[in-house]
T-cell receptor
Framework: RKEVEQDPGPFNVPEGATVAFNCTYS??????FFWYRQDCRKEPKLLMS???SGNEDGRFTAQLNRASQYISLLIRDSKLSDSATYLC???????????FGKGTMLLVSP | NAGVMQNPRHLVRRRGQEARLRCSPM?????VYWYRQLPEEGLKFMVY????????ESGMPKERFSAEFPKEGPSILRIQQVVRGDSAAYFC???????????FGSGTRLTVV
């Protein structure tokens, strides 16, 4: 099993739709996770951290399911500006380094 | 706060030449990380440094690649005798402590011709 695995997509949704991405991880000892956003040919930017209790920030909600070893990202009321690649991220060794999934591409259309 | 500064943004090298990529962390950040993103691939961890020390280089190729973060000046990722397979985007990130506060630079896109 790969360390962090994501559906590459693309997910094509209309504006206003709700879309959810899942990501599975292999290291059961991992404590916290992250979702990053990467626009085409740009650097990744932290979207949100994901802890045991989940996390909500405006239209974005992240959940962690330790039993099944997956995390999810829910985006409500999609905007055109949400079009990007969403990277699921788990701690690598010793927490300070990160393992990135290959990303899920989201395309929001008018 | 200027953020994490990487230069050059684009670098073209012929096979066999050396590539030097520079990264200046955010002010107050003493942890520097280098990641590589190959075309159509995810970011792969390469090396983690603090001032004058390599903390974790488990992701670095065994040959031709080296990194340093001197007491003064930027962190340098050095690739000797580049090959076409080294063509990628190289991202540097810095943090004050741990992985929560990662900030990435804009990256250096290396093309080997």
């Amino acid at each position: 099993r790969k360390e962090v695995e994501q559906d590459p997509g693309p997910f094509n949704v209309p504006e206003g739709a709700t879309v959810a991405f899942n990501c599975t991880y292999s290291n059961s000892a991992s404590q916290s996770f992250f979702w990053y956003r990467q626009d085409c040919r740009k650097e990744p930017k932290l979207l949100m951290s994901v802890y045991s209790s989940g996390n909500e920030d405006g239209r974005f909600t992240a959940q962690l399911n330790r039993a099944s070893q997956y995390i999810s990202l829910l985006i409500r009321d999609s905007k055109l500006s949400d079009s990007a690649t969403y990277l699921c991220v788990a701690p690598h060794s010793g927490y300070s380094t990160l393992t990135f999934g290959k990303g899920t591409m989201l395309l929001v259309s008018p | 706060n200027a953020g994490v500064m990487q230069n050059p943004r684009h670098l073209v090298r012929r096979r066999g030449q050396e590539a030097r990529l520079r990264c200046s962390p955010m002010k107050g950040h003493s942890h520097v990380y280098w990641y590589r993103q190959l075309p159509e691939e995810g970011l792969k961890f390469m090396v983690y440094l603090q001032k004058e020390n390599i903390i974790d280089e488990s992701g670095m190729p065994k040959e031709r690649f080296s990194a340093e973060f001197p007491k003064e000046g930027p962190s340098i990722l050095r690739i000797q005798q580049v090959v076409r397979g080294d063509s990628a985007a190289y991202f540097c990130a810095s943090s004050e402590q741990g992985a929560d506060g990662y900030t990435f630079g804009s990256g250096t896109r290396l093309t080997v011709v």
